[in-house]
Nanobody
Framework: QVQLVESGGGLVQAGGSLRLSCADSGRSRSNYVMGWFRQAPGKERDFVAAVNWSGGSTYYADSVKGRFTISRDNAKNTMSLQMNSLKPEDTAVYYC?????????????????WGQGTQVAVSS
């Protein structure tokens, strides 16, 4: 059974940095897409970033482009999101997700597996 577990959330001041990690277990191969989404209170779950199976192709929402960096280590079955220059509007619960086929997608409905989420709060 596939399990995704996020870690690394917390409270940070605006302009600061956080690094989120997602540990993936229950799979024997690495040929799947992984992504990060976030959901603020009262809002829909929004796409943040995604990476293809090899880590060679990455995709970002316009709102985080240039500030966030997604990466993955298939040898360790982990994915990370380095978040720099954080803004109060980045405050949300961040979710790790994966889809077993196809290309990275900004649509949450395309992803089959989800973690429980980790809270990120950015104070002004």
């Amino acid at each position: 059974q596939v399990q995704l577990v996020e870690s690394g959330g917390g409270l940070v001041q605006a302009g600061g940095s956080l690094r989120l990690s997602c540990a993936d277990s229950g799979r024997s191969r690495s040929n799947y897409v992984m992504g990060w989404f976030r959901q603020a209170p009262g809002k829909e779950r929004d796409f943040v970033a995604a990476v293809n199976w090899s880590g060679g192709s990455t995709y970002y929402a316009d709102s985080v482009k240039g500030r966030f960096t997604i990466s993955r280590d298939n040898a360790k079955n982990t994915m990370s999101l380095q978040m720099n220059s954080l803004k109060p509007e980045d405050t949300a619960v961040y979710y790790c997700a994966s889809k077993s086929s196809g290309f990275p997608s900004p649509s949450a409905s395309a992803y089959e597996y989800w973690g429980q989420g980790t809270q990120v709060a950015v104070s002004s």
